[in-house]
């Protein structure tokens, strides 16, 4: 005999992204579900599509309703993943969104999000597959949460290509008198560096202007805008970008023009500084205490000048 169970566990093998679909029942409700079937059709034209239980409490809405609206969660959106998946009379409560096309809801701070009309609908086993024309869409760059095994994952690439012999590819000698310039070498220093710790920060959930913005602010009671876009190092427009995705977040407060950390804020901040921190020792593991702080003194004397 065919056993569902073992097949939905063998189906939990291949990792997928989470999503909240939305949309606006007949009665003009804001309606959603969490659903991990989305996938892409097609490019020309733009077409993705999803699955629907036949014995969802939301399919006549979907069923009727002229757009939907696809939102990839986040990393640090789990709360959103199970909010909409469980049964509730309002799954909207506390949640930031805007209204997109047909009304189907925007939800904030997602990794992407499509906006969808209708195109098809298919009948297909106990499911309805709904395909969706791409009118417009929204993509942050933000670590998408994940699902694997039955429980939530996050996604981590490789941190160096590896060649067909499974071992790791070297990179070629400088050319020429570039491996005498210390510029260029600061600059590839910096970027190797980066390849295996800007994915360790973005499965947090956060941009590096929201993380670099909590880490300072652990260091301060408060800080206005132009302190804060010092104190990054980033352009104002981002910075501000930051500070509203942070204080929706309610990782920051601002009083008075200016922002301070939360109690929440604190936590996520301590995360980052525990992953920075360990990220560093790795890296400079293989040098001694005196390399490191005449490194240190030759950095630190660059950025004075």
């Known amino acids: 005999m065919f056993d569902s169970q073992a097949f939905r566990r063998a189906l939990g093998n291949f990792a997928t992204g989470i999503t909240v679909i939305t949309a606006v029942s007949p009665e003009g409700e804001p309606v959603g579900l969490t659903a991990n079937s989305f996938n892409s059709v097609s490019l020309d034209p733009p077409l993705i599509l999803w699955s629907l239980?036949?014995?969802?409490?939301?399919?006549?809405?979907?069923?009727?309703?002229?757009?939907?609206?696809?939102?990839?969660?986040?990393?640090?959106?789990?709360?959103?993943?199970?909010?909409?998946?469980?049964?509730?009379d309002d799954k909207f409560a506390g949640v930031s969104f805007r209204e997109g096309l047909g009304g189907a809801a925007v939800l904030?701070?997602?990794?992407?999000?499509?906006?969808?009309?209708?195109?098809?609908?298919?009948?297909?086993?106990?499911?309805?597959?709904?395909?969706?024309?791409?009118?417009?869409?929204?993509?942050?760059?933000?670590a998408p949460l994940c699902y694997h095994q039955g429980g939530y994952s996050i996604v981590m690439p490789y941190s160096r290509l590896s060649s067909d012999k499974g071992e790791t590819s070297s990179k070629p000698e400088l050319p020429g008198r570039l491996d005498s310039n210390l510029y260029y070498l600061m600059l590839q220093a910096m970027r190797s560096y980066q390849a295996?710790?800007?994915?360790?920060?973005?499965?947090?959930g956060l941009q590096t202007t929201e993380a670099r913005m909590l880490m300072i602010l652990t260091e301060h009671q408060s800080l206005d805008v132009k302190q804060l876009v010092e104190a990054v190092a980033m352009p104002e427009q981002d910075v501000r970008v930051a500070v509203e995705v942070l204080e929706r977040k309610g990782l920051?407060?601002?009083?008075?023009?200016?922002?301070?950390?939360?109690?929440?804020?604190?936590e996520?901040?301590?995360?980052?500084w525990h992953l920075a921190?360990?990220?560093?020792?790795?890296?400079?593991?293989?040098?001694?205490?005196?390399?490191?702080?005449?490194?240190?003194?030759?950095?630190?004397?660059?950025?004075?000048?």
Request: hydrophobic share 40%.
């Open 53 to 88: 239980d036949k014995r969802s409490n939301n399919l006549a809405a979907f069923s009727e309703a002229s757009h939907f609206a696809v939102n990839i969660l986040a990393a640090d959106q789990m709360h959103l993943s199970n909010q909409f998946a469980r049964p509730s």
């Open 268 to 272: 996520k901040s301590d995360s980052l």
């Open 252 to 266: 920051i407060s601002e009083n008075d023009g200016r922002y301070a950390i939360s109690v929440q804020g604190q």
């Open 108 to 142: 904030a701070d997602c990794a992407a999000v499509f906006e969808c009309s209708v195109h098809q609908m298919i009948d297909a086993g106990d499911h309805f597959i709904l395909i969706g024309k791409v009118e417009q869409f929204e993509a942050e760059g933000r």
């Open 277 to 305: 921190n360990e990220e560093q020792e790795r890296v400079f593991a293989k040098f001694s205490d005196e390399e490191i702080a005449t490194f240190s003194k030759v950095l630190k004397g660059i950025i004075a000048k």
């Open 196 to 204: 295996d710790y800007l994915p360790l920060q973005m499965s947090t």
